[in-house]
Every structure is written in structure tokens, then in C-alpha cells.
């Protein structure tokens, strides 16, 4: 019915040929958030945070497309933060997340300004080694503090976050909504399938394990020490 061009170009519009839209209008394989690991009973928005909380500290995870080519895959970033209230559990608060389809270099450049307005001190990016060995250089060449790890596979990534989630512990921003291919609906039904697109679930993990002391804290290398990469 429609020509490869055709195709190939909506599918580009629409996000790639991973996008949830794309997924669900022409390949008849539209996402169930009722099999996910985040129960939307357990769905819970800023204006629900209880009074007392103070922020901590603030992080970000991101998870970086694997080639520079717009189109190839989604960019996504989170911004996360831990706060705590005497006597009660801590809580990590998303306070704002996205994913587009951009250029590594323009993309990490949003990243760098918003990390700016939200207080946010480290990035981390969890992904296979061939990706997260460019994380000196990018730290370098953006000027941020960024540290890469080895990832454990989607499922385990997952179960810091899940854990929390189902705590009632996470509260995501106001404005997210369930709508294909936004954040929250990546996270409502995500289910560690590596053919779902699951950008934005990738840097939240990151960002949540880092806050909840699963990961190690990303520290500015000496210049020696980028000296010594060389």
C-alpha cells in the first residue's frame, strides 16, 4: 500500500522504528502498560509529595542514542532527586525527564543547562562497554561530571526502581501523562523486553540506582588523570 520511502520517512516522524507510536499504528504491535513492572495503581505526582520532605541531592541519568544520527534512536534524560523527612522513608522524586531524537552534542547541551537549574552534581549512563567507554571524552569535551557502568540487563536494572515504585515511594512530575511514547508510559509498560523502547526507563534506573546507593558516586577526573587516558 505505501512505497519503503514513505514508510521509512514516517517512521522517522513518528520517532524511529522503535517508537511505541510507530510500533503500535504499523506494526501491529502496540504496548500493554497492565503487563508492566510499575503498576499505575502505584502512580503517584508531585502534588501528592508529602509536607516536611527536604531535597538532598539531585542526579542524572541519561541514556545516550548509539549513533550520532538523529533518527537512529531516542536520547533520554532524567533528573532525579533523593529527599528525606525526619522519621519517615526517604522518597526520590523524578523532577523532570524527556527523550528526542537529537544528535549526541546537542542533546548532552540541554542536559548540561538543565542539570544547571535543577542542582544536579553527576550524570550516569548505564549501557553496554563499547558505549560507556566514551564517557571520559564526553565528559570532557561537555564539561560535565559523567560516569559510565556496565549494564546488568534491562530486568536487573529495573529492580531498585521497581522496589521503590511499589513502596510509593516515586513521584513523577505533574505534567507526565500516559500517552504512547511518553515517559510515564514507557515506565508503566516496561517489562525488560529489549524490543520495547525503553529510553527514558534506562536513565531513570541509572539516575534511582545512583541515589539509592546501588551505584557509585561520578567524581571530576584530576587532569592528570585525563592526561593519562590519552
Not at 154 to 161: H, L
Request: glycine share 8%.
Amino acid at each position: 500500500l505505501y512505497s519503503m520511502e514513505w514508510l521509512q520517512n514516517t517512521a522517522r516522524t513518528l520517532g524511529g522504528e522503535r517508537s511505541p507510536v510507530w510500533r503500535a499504528l504499523y506494526m501491529g504491535e502496540p504496548l500493554n502498560e497492565q503487563l508492566g513492572f510499575f503498576p499505575i495503581a502505584n502512580l503517584h505526582y508531585h502534588k501528592n509529595i508529602p509536607t516536611g520532605y527536604n531535597i538532598t541531592e539531585t542526579v542524572t541519568g541519561i541514556d545516550l542514542a548509539y549513533t550520532k544520527a538523529s533518527y537512529s534512536d531516542l536520547c533520554a534524560c532524567m533528573h532525579v532527586s533523593k529527599a528525606v523527612c525526619a522519621g519517615k522513608e526517604d522518597i526520590v522524586i523524578v523532577r523532570e525527564g524527556w527523550m528526542e531524537a537529537a544528535g549526541t552534542d546537542d542533546f548532552l547541551k540541554r542536559v548540561k543547562l538543565e542539570m544547571a537549574i535543577y542542582g544536579s552534581t553527576e550524570v550516569h549512563w548505564r549501557g553496554a562497554a563499547a558505549e560507556t567507554d566514551r564517557c571520559p571524552s564526553i565528559a570532557k569535551e561537555h564539561g560535565i561530571v559523567l560516569r559510565g557502568h556496565a549494564s546488568e540487563g534491562k530486568k536487573m536494572s529495573a529492580m531498585g526502581m521497581i522496589a521503590e515504585w511499589k513502596s510509593n515511594r516515586v513521584f513523577v512530575p505533574d505534567s507526565w501523562d500516559t500517552h504512547p511514547g511518553s515517559p510515564l508510559h514507557q515506565l508503566i509498560s516496561f517489562t525488560a523486553d529489549d524490543s520495547r523502547h525503553d529510553d527514558g526507563p534506562d536513565a531513570l534506573f541509572a539516575a534511582s540506582d545512583r541515589l539509592t546507593g546501588k551505584l557509585p558516586r561520578a567524581v571530576r577526573p584530576s587532569p592528570a588523570c585525563v592526561s593519562s587516558r590519552k
